[in-house]
């Protein structure tokens, strides 16, 4: 059974930063498609970054680029998402996800993924 456990969320300031954790069990993540995804209060869950399959392709939401960076550490079995100048607009719960069969590109729907974190809130204020 894959499960997936993040962490790292919290309260800051607008132009703070937080690095979010994810350990995945029951399956190593170097053949596995691993994303993040966050769902903001009313609105609808929306991808922020992701690994392809082999981990050979990263994507990130052409919104968030630049500011958001998204790493793993297969020793560890986790992913990692590194926010900085965090906005207010960035508030959301933050989940992890991963897939466990192959796709050559960077899957952005969450349909595409089946294993899901508990998620980890992320509250930033102006």
């Known amino acids: 059974q894959v499960q997936l456990v993040e962490s790292g969320g919290g309260s800051v300031q607008a132009g703070e930063s937080l690095r979010l954790s994810c350990v995945v069990s029951g399956r190593s993540i170097g053949a596995a498609a691993l994303a993040w995804f966050r769902q903001a209060p009313g609105k609808e869950r929306e991808f922020v970054a992701g690994?392809?399959?082999?981990?050979?392709?990263?994507n990130y939401a052409d919104s968030l680029k630049g500011r958001f960076t998204c790493s793993r550490d297969n020793a560890k079995n986790s992913v990692y998402l590194q926010m900085n100048s965090l906005q207010p607009d960035d508030t959301a719960t933050y989940y992890c996800?991963?897939?466990?069969?192959?796709?050559?590109?960077?899957?952005?729907?969450?349909?595409?993924?089946?294993?899901w974190g508990q998620g980890t809130e992320v509250t930033v204020s102006s």
């Open positions: 996800a991963a897939d466990l069969q192959y796709v050559r590109d960077v899957s952005t729907s969450d349909p595409a993924y089946k294993y």
């Open positions: 690994f392809n399959y082999f981990g050979t392709w990263i």
